[in-house]
């Protein structure tokens, strides 16, 4: 199985579960090894007092892509920490990208970034998030 396959059949694993993600309408645009990306239209039911993406929604959609990102090779990971800095509001129609990238893979830990952007490239979000190998798999080699 090549690393792109493992990916794939992690992420197929992983979403067959993911029902938060699912009910927030995110979906997968592409996963790889160390890397994920994640789509969504921003609806009223995402938007909060001031008109605008809430801040929860950018950052649950930032989560999920660095969740697919952590667990591409078929090992159970789970978030250790992560932060977030918002740079502009995601917008009623807005189509957002969030696109997770592995920096550091050093025995059970990662380190992860997420850039979250519009559909004009315009940067929503940046996201770092540190992963925690657990035991077990996604699904059986």
């Known amino acids: 199985m090549t690393p792109k396959e493992r990916a794939e059949k992690s992420a197929a ?13 995110f979906e997968i645009a592409s996963v790889d090894e160390g890397q994920a990306v994640l789509e969504l239209t921003v609806e009223q039911q995402h ?3 001031h ?3 809430h801040g929860g929604v950018t950052f649950m ?8 990102a952590c667990n591409s090779r078929n090992q159970s990971t789970v978030a250790q920490h992560n932060v977030i800095s918002y ?20 025995g059970r830990s990662g380190i992860y970034d997420v850039k979250v ?11 770092r998030g540190f992963s925690r190998a657990i035991k077990g798999t996604l699904f059986d080699e």
Not at 117 to 127: D, K, M, P
């Open 61 to 68: 959609l930032a989560d999920s892509a660095f969740a697919f």
């Open 87 to 106: 740079t502009a509001p995601g917008r009623l129609g807005d189509r957002l990208t969030a696109t997770a990238t592995e920096l550091s893979l050093t």
């Open 51 to 53: 008109g605008i993406c």
């Open 13 to 25: 694993a992983m979403w067959a579960d993911d029902h938060a993600s699912q009910w927030a309408g």
């Open 47 to 49: 938007c909060n007092g």
């Open 117 to 127: 952007t519009n559909q004009s490239g315009a940067v929503i979000a940046e996201f």
